[in-house]
């Protein structure tokens, strides 16, 4: 895949802003004049949705870990076929609600998945599409997410322990410190804009730096 675009994954636990964040990162984007596209995962294609569906509220089904690591990679893998590579072929910048690394830290650390393996499904699944930037919303209080409101019902994976998203944030912050040169850590703890402000400029550089062509 020739990539002219740019890509950036936003990264975190529960309620950690991610979601909020790549509104405001996308809407920033546009406004500096890039074509920008935002996915959310699991989900953003048909057989995605279809498989966001098993994942998020089939408590009945009894998943195992490894089809749980299998379906969010085979939901990623239509992600990126379908939407992702398309969009950076066509040069735009696509900003993306968790990526691999939610993988790695979800099934990989906080599951005790075989790291390697749940990397190489998602290597293979991916065609190894890794992003150019990943933003870590990381909340040095577990209190401080855990007090936000949600918007609807907690689905099967916010469902577990306390200790399960423990492990999670340590997790996302293993991953950041293992890859500094594509990872920024900003604290989610702070006041909406000002986490905006961290991102957006942080983006802008890197893209900038980059060039991306035809601006
Ligand atoms: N920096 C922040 N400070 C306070 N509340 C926030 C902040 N960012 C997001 N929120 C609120 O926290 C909740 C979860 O945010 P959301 O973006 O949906 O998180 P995520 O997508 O990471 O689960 C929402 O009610 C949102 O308005
Ligand atoms: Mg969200």
Sequence with gaps: MRRKG???????????GKTTQA??????????????????EPGGTATGEAIRSILLHSEDHGLTAVSEALLFAASRGQLV???IGPALE????????RYVDSSLAYQG???????????????WATGGLWPDLTVLLDC???????????????DRIEKRQE??????AEGFRQLALQDPQRYVVVDASLPTDEVAEIIGSAVYGRITGKEVPGR
């Design 90 to 97: 066509a040069g735009k910048v696509v900003v993306a609600d």
């Design 23 to 40: 509104a405001l990162l996308a809407d920033r984007l546009r406004q500096q004049g890039f074509d920008t596209l935002v996915t959310r």
């Design 163 to 168: 200790d399960f998203h423990r492990r999670v």
């Design 109 to 123: 650390i906080a599951l005790s998945l075989p790291f390697e393996k749940v990397m190489a499904v998602n290597e």
């Design 6 to 16: 740019f890509f950036v994954s936003i990264e975190g636990g529960e309620k950690a």
């Design 81 to 83: 076929a379908e939407v």
């Design 140 to 154: 040095p209080d577990p209190a401080t997410a855990a007090g936000r409101p949600r918007k609807g019902e907690a």
